[in-house]
């Protein structure tokens, strides 16, 4: 089969089993789009900017477990897409972006629309690739392809000069079926004897905690870790990232740890004896300050990354292996052990944190006359049954989210966790919607967030994509003014909203159902009526406490044991 | 501590500026860097001079083995090795200073290879203290220019960094 540059792109996108193609054309990407109309099998979906690319692209490769695929032109395409692309890297998102680039014989005589791609992009990739001959194309596809979704994941980009995707000049064709790197052998398994030995410190802990983070999510080992906590009957806590990854509405469970973790989590954490970390890369959000960090540990730690270990905190047993693999080995060596846990410590254990549970450091006010942001996440759990993809955008209304939303399967919570996108939500939502178009897919998000990707509703609007935006309206950038209020004396700088649209009409305008609710006891009414238009978009605007703060709070450079909880709390 | 760290790298377009990159982006100290194509013109060798704590060191060669142009790394200062930098450098010679300049060359065993009528050029290699040392004992005043290669090194023994 002989194909040009344009066919060998929509080809290997073809023979990767590519579903969906988030993209804008442009001058520099005009043969591919050319390619992409001639065809029906990979679809291209259409949005409104570049960044929404990289971030729809971003949730269907969350929500689903698979590649996802960003299509964008040279210059300003580039760089537009870099924040999504970025977003995708600090979460290790298994991601391929093709950019346009300008013709090979002018690259780098500043042409129109051209930018250095390879060299922006190359702090935030996993690995990139300029392809300056047709005959390299297919293998450099299949490579970018290769390298996003093995080892730890992330995104790759491949940079085409537009001569690259030439309609006249044809070549040779067939897709690298196997392929190997030299350069490149990310862990198949983790060392059996490390394994064993870890598991001897986990039987005889008797304080122990697993840690488990988004890793657990990216390497499908959700069932591996239930039975580890089956098999031991450890408390378990989660990083942003993983919640999902165990049931959060199991006892066992006992939330998220880390800023806004909750006191039991974070407590244990600082009292735990044994700490076993999966997949997670104690960052700094989830640590506080290093010195504090679970100072009487022995600490295990299982990612598939080598680099994550001992990177910010000194581990004692290092294992490097595809967590999956890893939990297997160790839930066969627990079983053929012949000691099982100390339940006699484990039952003290419980005892210790079912104590630090009574202080229910979640408890918020329910008897205000103003919606509480909390109350409105709860109202959408109580609303969806659980049922639901939700994927937010950054600040308070993400950790209301975490807090009070309790996902039971992973890939249902999607968030920008590392590097903290605001604008993210709306576009990965409608990745995340494709992917599953009977699913129930919803984004909370904010009126600061949401005004960052907000174009992207006339995307939703093309594709009939019936999405829920749970808009948390406090009128204020809500964790900046949190801070301001904390740690600058409540000086407001530039964290108000002023001017914000009215967004019944704004939504109204893009052709889909805008409503707004101001009122606690309108909220769940307003709820079960947007959820039940199955086939609309509908724009929730909840008008919530713009004085709410989130807590438990752990200030930056704070142990885990110096939380802060909510002024009520703190006096109970 | 200083650490001298040999790569072995795909020869590709770009895997220099990630090694660089890599560095800046971190925080990472780098003393001299230097790399060409080997008797494998797909693989060049780079040899990195850095310094920092144990750990630092620690994480510097996992992220340059996380890169995924590099095939195999070592670190030289942690057995037995060979340290050879080399310089050139001009110094001013004349009247007494020539015969001086001359016999300084022969006590580091350097060359000459280049002589005007009011200069030297030196050739010298050795362990950067060595370069060091004659920089040092080249009476003030008379060095016109110095170019160092950085330090590149090899293992002791039969073994050696290849596929």
């Known amino acids: 089969m002989e194909l040009s540059g344009a066919e060998i792109v929509v080809q290997t996108l073809i023979d990767e089993g590519v579903e969906y193609v988030f993209g804008y054309p442009g001058g520099a990407v005009l043969h591919t789009y050319d390619a992409l109309f001639k065809q029906d099998k990979v679809k291209h979906i259409l949005v409104r900017h570049e960044q929404a690319a990289t971030h729809a692209a971003d949730g269907y490769a969350r929500a689903t477990g698979r590649c996802g695929v960003a299509l964008v032109t040279s210059g300003p395409g580039a760089t537009n897409a870099v924040t999504g692309i970025a977003t995708a890297y600090m979460d290790s998102i298994p991601m391929v972006i093709l950019s346009g680039q300008v013709p090979t014989p002018v690259i780098g005589s500043d042409a129109f629309q051209e930018v250095d791609t390879v060299g922006i992009t190359r702090p935030c990739v996993k690995h990139n690739y300029l392809v300056k001959d047709v005959r390299d194309l297919a293998l450099t596809i299949r490579k970018a392809f290769y390298i996003a979704t093995s080892g730890r994941p992330g995104p790759v980009l491949v940079d085409i000069p537009k001569d ?47 840690y488990s983070g988004g890793g657990v999510i990216l390497g499908e080992a959700s069932q591996a870790l239930r039975d580890l906590v089956e098999r031991t009957g450890f408390p378990i806590t989660s990083t942003l990232m993983g919640l999902g990854a165990f049931p959060m509405t199991d006892p066992r469970f006992l939330g998220m740890l880390g800023m806004h973790g909750t006191y039991e989590a974070n407590m244990a954490m600082h009292e735990t004896d044994v700490l076993i970390a999966i997949g997670a890369r104690f960052d700094d959000r989830v640590t506080g300050k290093i010195e504090h960090f ?43 052990h012949r000691q099982g846990p100390d339940t006699a410590a484990l039952a003290d254990w419980w005892r210790q944190i079912d104590e630090w549970r009574g202080r229910k450091c979640l408890a918020y006010d329910r008897n205000s006359l103003l919606i509480k942001p909390q109350y409105a996440v709860e109202t959408l759990y109580k609303v969806t049954g659980g049922n639901l993809y939700l994927t937010s955008d950054v600040g308070q209304h993400q950790m209301f989210a975490a807090q009070f939303y309790p996902f039971d399967e992973p890939r249902r919570w999607i968030n920008s966790g590392g590097l903290g996108t605001m604008g993210f939500g709306l576009p990965a939502a409608m990745g995340v919607q494709l992917a599953f178009p009977d699913a129930t897919v919803a984004c909370v998000s904010g009126e600061a967030s949401i005004l960052m990707c907000i174009q992207e509703m006339a995307t939703c609007k093309q594709y009939d994509l019936p999405i829920k935006v749970v808009l948390l309206n406090n009128g204020y950038m809500g ?22 649209p009215d967004f019944v009409k704004l939504t109204e305008s893009f052709g889909h159902v805008g409503m707004r609710v101001e009122n606690p006891g309108d909220l769940e009414g307003a709820m079960r009526e947007a959820f039940a238009m199955k086939d609309r978009f509908v724009f929730l605007d909840v008008v919530v406490d713009p004085a709410e703060n989130v807590y438990p709070m752990i200030e930056a450079g704070k142990g885990h044991h110096e939380m802060h909880l909510s002024p009520e709390r703190e006096l109970a | ?93 004349v009247q007494a200073g020539r015969e001086e300049l001359k016999r300084l060359t022969d006590i580091f065993r350097a060359k000459i290879i280049d002589v005007t009528e009011t200069s030297y050029v030196v050739e010298l290699t050795g362990t950067s203290h060595k370069l060091d040392a004659f920089i040092q004992a080249v009476p003030e005043g008379l060095i016109v220019e110095v170019v160092r290669s950085g330090p590149t090194g090899i293992a002791r023994g039969d073994k050696g960094l290849t596929l």
């Open chain 1, 164 to 210: 690259v995707t030439d309609p006249r000049i044809k070549v040779p064709y067939q897709y690298p079926k196997d392929i190997k790197l030299r350069s490149y052998n990310p862990a198949q398994k983790g060392h059996l004897g490390q394994i064993k030995k870890a598991v001897d410190v986990l039987l005889r802990a008797k304080r122990p905690v697993i």
């Open chain 1, 479 to 500: 964790m900046v003014r949190q801070w301001q209020e904390f740690f600058y004396e409540s000086r407001y700088s530039h964290s108000y909203v002023d001017a914000l």
């Open chain 1, 294 to 336: 679970c100072p009487h540990a022995t600490i295990i730690h299982v990612d598939v990354d080598p680099s994550s270990i001992s990177k910010n905190v000194r581990v004692d047993i290092p294992i490097v292996g595809p967590v999956g693999s890893v939990l297997a080995d160790m839930g066969r060596l627990l079983k053929e």
């Open chain 2, 1 to 93: 501590m200083r650490h001298i760290i040999s790569v072995l790298l795909e020869n590709e377009a770009g895997a220099l500026s990630r090694v660089a990159g890599l560095f800046s982006a971190r925080g990472y100290n780098i003393e001299s860097l230097t790399v060409a194509p080997t008797d494998d013109p797909t693989l060049s060798r780079m040899t990195l001079v850095t310094n920092g704590s144990e750990e630092i060191i620690e994480q510097i060669k996992k992220q340059l083995h996380k890169l995924i142009d590099t095939v195999k790394l070592l670190d030289l200062t942690e057995g037995p090795h060979i340290e050879r930098e080399m310089m050139l450098i001009k110094v001013r010679a």
